[in-house]
């Protein structure tokens, strides 16, 4: 690709903040949601990297006057269509809600999808609920571990963190791009709990849940077969209007000196449990 088309010689300053591609990189920044073209803010060189590697399409890419020498590295990666902005760094540093930023941010289309695909893999494994996890660590880490570990989906029920927070994208790192999600809050609200359990039970899969205390073991609960594993909030874990929906109750076995275990932590055993179960049964 030559220096023009794939070098910083194709870098456009902008010194305004009221350039409108700024102006959409930090609404969809601060407001943890797409943008009016459908698309989400990133931020930060792997992250960007990733979002490439799992062929989404970016419309535009932001660079800091500092960091400008990681265009020579991005750019060749992206094409021609694809706005390429360069940023004094103290504009760069008011869009980007990172306290240290790395200089290299974008908007990039997300794809989309429906509970039906998500039920359409049940097949590969456990579909992950989250009903009211708020914090986007702790949600990114559950969407790492569940690509890794052969989730079908997740559906991000109202109250939980959005996909499009910047925090989330950067803990799932890249998982977010390729997972099949849902989520249900907000004006982009794609299901509803409701709705889910009403299909789960239509097409029997079973719905599980956990506790910190009480339930079958994890290592005796039957997680081959299909099913829709729910993690509630942090702190008080799932409604008790859902948990009367569950068909069964697991506990994760640990020290009773420990009250509860970390959300992500959480999920991330009980769907190492459930891959190593499938894959011993040869489902």
């Known amino acids: ?27 969809a920044f601060s407001r943890a949601e797409l943008t009016v073209n459908g698309e989400c803010a990133i931020e930060g060189l792997r992250v960007v990297e990733e ?7 970016l419309s535009a890419i932001f660079f800091s006057v500092s960091a400008q020498d990681r265009a020579q590295r991005l750019l060749p990666q992206i ?11 103290r504009l760069f540093d008011s869009v980007t809600p990172s306290e240290s930023p790395q200089g290299v941010a974008a908007l990039v289309r997300v794809k ?14 456990p579909i992950v609920v989250l009903a009211g996890l708020q914090d986007p660590g702790n949600v990114g880490t559950i969407l790492r571990s569940a690509e890794a570990l052969g989730s079908a989906g997740v559906a991000l029920g109202e109250g939980t ?12 790192a890249g998982s977010v791009f390729r997972l099949p999600i849902v ?29 910190s205390h009480k339930g079958t ?15 509630g909030n942090e702190g008080s874990g799932l409604p008790r209007e859902l948990m009367s929906e569950m068909d ?3 506990a994760i076995p640990h020290s009773p000196q420990v009250e509860s275990l970390n959300a992500g932590v959480a999920a991330s055993i009980v769907l190492y449990e459930a891959a190593r179960q499938r894959k011993a049964s040869g489902s």
């Open 217 to 231: 073991e994890l290592q005796q609960a039957d997680l081959r077969s299909a099913c829709g594993v729910f993690f």
């Open 183 to 211: 989520h249900g809050h907000g004006h982009e609200a794609t299901f509803k709990l409701e709705e889910l359990i009403e299909k789960a039970k239509a097409h029997r899969i079973r719905l599980v849940a956990t506790s």
């Open 112 to 125: 989309s999808f429906s509970l039906d695909d998500i039920f359409e893999r049940q097949q590969i494994g």
């Open 1 to 27: 690709m030559s220096q023009s088309s794939g070098g910083i010689g194709r870098l456009r300053r902008i010194e305004g903040r009221h350039n409108a591609l700024v102006k959409q990189l930090r609404q």
């Open 248 to 250: 069964e109750i697991i």
């Open 51 to 57: 979002a490439i590697r799992s062929g989404l399409r």
């Open 161 to 172: 963190a959005s996909p499009y927070n910047w925090k989330l994208v950067r803990a799932s």
């Open 79 to 89: 094409g021609s269509h694809v706005e390429t902005l360069l940023l004094p760094d």
